[in-house]
């Protein structure tokens, strides 16, 4: 079983939406999760960080962390096509990892005109 | 904040020769930083972790002796791919860790721009 899954993509929404990128994660010790956003040829942006149980919002963004559930999203809303981008989503590896993370395959978000 | 930068953006090189790849964090200080390769329309793929003043860990199946990983100091690690080949060609990314708590970037990472390597 891989450690951190995603929601199978591509995704696409039309412009204004909400896009809605679902995460699950196997390790119930991890502790902090994130979502990273990937251009076309470009390496990931961090875009969010989520530590604790409940919602985190950041402008468009809300990550949504359910730990009893293992189960983290991130909602966009009002989506733009300058959203259109993969979507990657992290937790720490675990163990004597140094910090390493385990990112899921990704989900390609389109947002259409 | 935040940031980190990677040199060169690009390199072109002939095979057989070598290259070395430059990672900064410009704005903060990083004890690990971590290198990943990444082929077109694939996922990202963790090549090494650095720590500054150790040997760098080596994912399985990653040459250490051909991609060689130097971390010197808290805000600089360098990779060379030695004696580089046509497969070697890829998009090389590496990220930086802040230090745990470091306003509250807690196990954050912070990726470079990259460098593409295209070996002739």
């Not at chain 2, 990220?95 to 593409?116: D, H, I, M, V």
């Amino acid at each position: 079983q891989k450690e951190v899954e995603q929601n199978s993509g591509p995704l696409s929404v039309p412009e204004g939406a909400i896009a809605s990128l679902n995460c699950t994660y196997s390790d119930r010790v991890s502790q902090s999760f994130f979502w990273y956003r990937q251009y076309s040829g470009k390496s990931p942006e961090l875009i969010m960080s989520i530590y604790s149980n409940g919602d985190k919002e950041d402008g468009r963004f809300t990550a949504q962390l359910n730990k009893a559930s293992q189960y983290v999203s991130l909602l966009i809303r009002d989506s733009q096509p300058s959203d259109s981008a993969t979507y990657l989503c992290a937790a720490p590896a675990g163990g004597t990892s140094y910090g390493k993370l385990t990112f899921g395959q990704g989900t390609i978000l389109t947002v259409h005109p | 904040g935040a940031v980190v930068s990677q040199h060169p953006s690009w390199v072109i090189c002939k095979s057989g020769t070598s290259v070395k790849i430059e990672c900064r964090s410009l704005d903060f200080q990083a004890t690990t930083m971590f290198w990943y390769r990444q082929f077109p329309k694939q996922s990202l793929m963790l090549m090494a972790t650095s720590n500054e003043g150790s040997k760098a860990t080596y994912e399985q199946g990653v040459e250490k002796d051909k991609f060689l990983i130097n971390h010197a100091s808290l805000t600089l690690s360098t990779l060379t791919v030695t004696s580089a080949h046509p497969e070697d060609s890829s998009f090389y990314i590496c990220s930086a860790k802040a230090l745990a708590g470091e306003g509250g970037r807690y196990n954050e990472q912070f990726f470079g721009p990259g460098t593409r390597l295209t070996v002739l």
